[in-house]
């Protein structure tokens, strides 16, 4: 049975992320060890260092979805079912970083399809709250660890479908959020494939830094980042990092 990691990784006209997806595989050489293959298109492939054995895909992807007046490129996380050519998949955003061999002990579980269903802010202000913004529960699409199965393929083509029709799901959950969002996707698909059937989540919470706090450096081990003129140092702990300024740092 086959064991991998999954990113995706497009620039765009304001961010560099090939830069940040370097770092990213740095460390998921160092502690998870596992094979990579990076999906992504031909111009930023250009840009990327040479970085040992992996794995590329060149895909054009889907353009058109803005954050803000900024493109942002994450209209084709709903093929990753198609494209990962492991048995058991780790799909992450490339902004997470895995300062920890964690994630490796959820590959050998029986649960085909995991993520988290609860975030942890590091500023603790609780920026992620958004109970208020759609009647759906959130679930958080950075991390997802998935096998090859009928039901996992189900949920990926169940956000296919919604990512076709986004503006009658967020009528229908109420999403405030109206550009397409991967998070609120997959909360809606998991619901829906999985009818009254529990789902199963990564335990935990996903330890996030978000946007308003600036990284001031970065090392094998952890990071220290400044917010509300205090400077925090996270150790030893994975970490999805919103300050695309990482990639600079």
Same mark, same amino acid.
């Given at each position: 049975?086959?064991?991998?990691? !999954?990113?995706?990784?497009?620039?765009?006209?304001?961010?560099?992320?090939?830069?940040?997806?370097?770092?990213?595989?740095?460390?998921?050489?160092?502690?998870?060890?596992?094979?990579?293959?990076?999906?992504?298109?031909?111009?930023?492939?250009?840009?990327?260092?040479?970085? #040992?054995?992996?794995?590329?895909?060149?895909?054009?992807?889907?353009? #058109?979805?803005?954050?803000?007046?900024?493109?942002?490129?994450?209209?084709?996380?709903?093929?990753?079912?198609?494209?990962?050519?492991?048995?058991?998949?780790?799909?992450?955003? $490339?902004?997470?970083?895995?300062?920890?061999?964690?994630?490796?002990?959820? @590959?050998?579980?029986?649960?085909?399809?995991? @993520?988290?269903?609860?975030?942890?802010?590091?500023?603790?202000?609780?920026?992620?709250?958004?109970?208020?913004?759609?009647? $759906?529960?959130? !679930?958080?699409?950075?991390?997802? $660890?998935?096998?090859?199965?009928?039901?996992?393929?189900?949920?990926?083509?169940?956000?296919?479908?919604?990512?076709?029709?986004?503006?009658?799901?967020?009528?229908?959950?109420?999403?405030?959020?109206?550009?397409?969002?991967?998070?609120?996707?997959?909360?809606?698909?998991?619901?829906?494939?999985? #009818?009254? &059937?529990?789902?199963?989540?990564?335990?935990?919470? !996903?330890?996030?830094?978000? #946007?308003?706090?600036?990284?001031?450096? $970065?090392?094998?081990?952890?990071?220290?980042?400044?917010?509300?003129?205090?400077?925090?140092?996270?150790?030893?702990?994975?970490?999805? &990092?919103?300050?695309?300024?990482?990639?600079?740092?």
């Amino acid at each position: 049975m086959t064991q991998g990691v !999954l990113l995706f990784c497009f620039n765009t006209d304001t961010c560099e992320y090939h830069k940040i997806a370097e770092r990213c595989v740095n460390l998921i050489q160092k502690n998870l060890k596992l094979e990579i293959t990076i999906v992504t298109n031909f111009e930023t492939y250009k840009k990327l260092k040479p970085l #040992g054995m992996i794995n590329y895909k060149l895909f054009e992807n889907e353009t #058109g979805n803005k954050r803000g007046q900024e493109q942002w490129h994450n209209l084709d996380r709903c093929h990753a079912y198609d494209l990962s050519p492991y048995d058991t998949t780790i799909l992450m955003d $490339i902004d997470y970083f895995c300062f920890t061999d964690n994630l490796l002990q959820y @590959l050998q579980v029986d649960e085909d399809f995991l @993520l988290h269903d609860k975030i942890h802010d590091l500023t603790n202000k609780d920026v992620y709250n958004f109970r208020k913004n759609s009647i $759906i529960p959130m !679930l958080w699409a950075t991390v997802i $660890i998935f096998k090859k199965t009928n039901r996992a393929k189900s949920i990926f083509e169940t956000v296919k479908y919604i990512k076709q029709h986004y503006q009658h799901f967020c009528n229908l959950y109420r999403i405030d959020f109206r550009n397409f969002r991967n998070d609120y996707a997959f909360s809606i698909a998991v619901n829906q494939v999985n #009818g009254h &059937i529990q789902q199963k989540f990564l335990p935990g919470k !996903l330890p996030t830094l978000p #946007g308003i706090a600036k990284v001031l450096e $970065i090392n094998d081990t952890g990071i220290a980042f400044k917010y509300d003129d205090k400077i925090n140092y996270v150790e030893n702990q994975d970490v999805h &990092i919103l300050d695309k300024e990482v990639a600079n740092v």
